[in-house]
């Protein structure tokens, strides 16, 4: 069974900066499709960023630029560093395995203040 456990967030002011950290055990990383998604109150849940287990990444429009998404196959562990963060980045943030039919983890809360 897959475990993804993540950390990291919390409250910030508009500008500043963050990074989430997902914590993998089970069967994981060997050709999979890691992600970060999230879902502010009343929205739906959509993709920040991926990344492939060979590094190649993919990123939502909005956080291009500002967010980069990587990964410790060694630690089992991929990250996000968010930065010059916006209060619309204000969401319960989510890590992922292999898209919307894979695992999840319990979801992490980013708050950005005005």
């Known amino acids: 069974q897959v475990q993804l456990v993540e950390s990291g967030g919390g409250l910030v002011q508009a500008g500043g900066s963050l990074r989430l950290s997902c914590a993998a055990s089970g069967r994981i990383f060997s050709g999979d499709v890691m992600g970060w998604y999230r879902q502010a109150p009343g929205k739906r849940r959509e993709l920040v960023a991926t990344?492939?287990?060979?590094?190649?990444?993919n990123y939502a429009d909005s956080v291009k630029g500002r967010f980069t998404i990587s990964r410790d196959n060694a630690k089992n562990t991929v990250y996000l560093q968010m930065n010059s963060l916006k209060p619309e980045d204000t969401a319960v943030y989510y890590c992922?395995?292999?898209?919307?039919?894979?695992?999840w983890g319990q979801g992490t809360q980013v708050t950005v203040s005005s």
């Open positions: 990344i492939t287990s060979g590094g190649s990444t």
């Open positions: 992922n395995k292999n898209g919307f039919g894979g695992y």
